[in-house]
């Protein structure tokens, strides 16, 4: 009984992040300015990651939460280097 609680916990917030990850998605594609664009891309990037994390709790893998480490690194600079290209034109000073 435990175990379809957690399987169907799992497949719960997969549902949800795939619908977080679309209306991020959206925002980066239609957004109104550059701004709205960076912060769907955030949003997009944390949401994958954290898919990630959630399929591999699914499977047992640890590949996955390697995977999703990187993800996020990755994130974190191309947001910096986004919004400090919007701020100041140039990314290296």
Known sequence: ???LVILWSILAAQVMLGLAMACAFYR???GPRAQDRILGLDTF???AMLMLV???IRTS???YF???LII????FVATVAFSKFL????VIE
């Not at 996020?72 to 994130?75: E, M, R, S, T």
């Open 45 to 47: 990037y944390l949401a």
């Open 87 to 90: 701020m100041r034109g140039e």
């Open 66 to 68: 390697e995977t999703a």
């Open 54 to 56: 959630v399929f591999g």
């Open 72 to 75: 996020a690194l990755l994130g």
């Open 61 to 63: 893998n640890s590949i």
């Open 28 to 30: 980066m594609l239609r």
């Open 1 to 3: 009984m435990m175990t």
